[in-house]
């Protein structure tokens, strides 16, 4: 929720945005967790609200502190399981995929 003074201020995180999440992302977590995880989210949310006031405009952009090379090998096409088989094993398959419930759209 932004104000007039500063447009990048939030409102607070709530149990029930936590619970939510926690719901969509299939977590299985008790009033007591839900609390104490709101407490910790909380936290980090306001300590990048205090990075984002540091005047940063004299820092280079970059995407990781160090000096890092990536190590590549050579792409060798290996053999692989048999689609039928795996697909015979799953719970549920369709075109020659897994199907698997959606997760999106959930109302509860």
Do not use: C, W
Not at 81 to 102: I, Q, S
């Amino acid at each position: 929720m932004a104000n007039a003074d500063n447009p990048r201020t939030e409102a607070p995180i709530s149990e029930a945005d936590v619970a939510k999440v926690a719901r969509l992302a299939r977590l299985d977590i008790d009033d007591a967790h839900v609390h104490q995880f709101t407490e910790q989210l909380a936290k980090v949310l306001a300590h990048f609200r205090d990075i984002d006031a540091l005047d940063l405009s004299a820092v280079a952009p970059m995407t990781q502190p160090y000096p890092l090379v990536n190590v590549m090998r050579e792409d060798v096409e290996l053999p692989t399981l048999d689609t039928d088989e795996v697909l015979a094993a799953a719970p549920e398959a369709e075109e020659r995929r897994f199907r698997v419930p959606p997760i999106i759209g959930l109302d509860d």
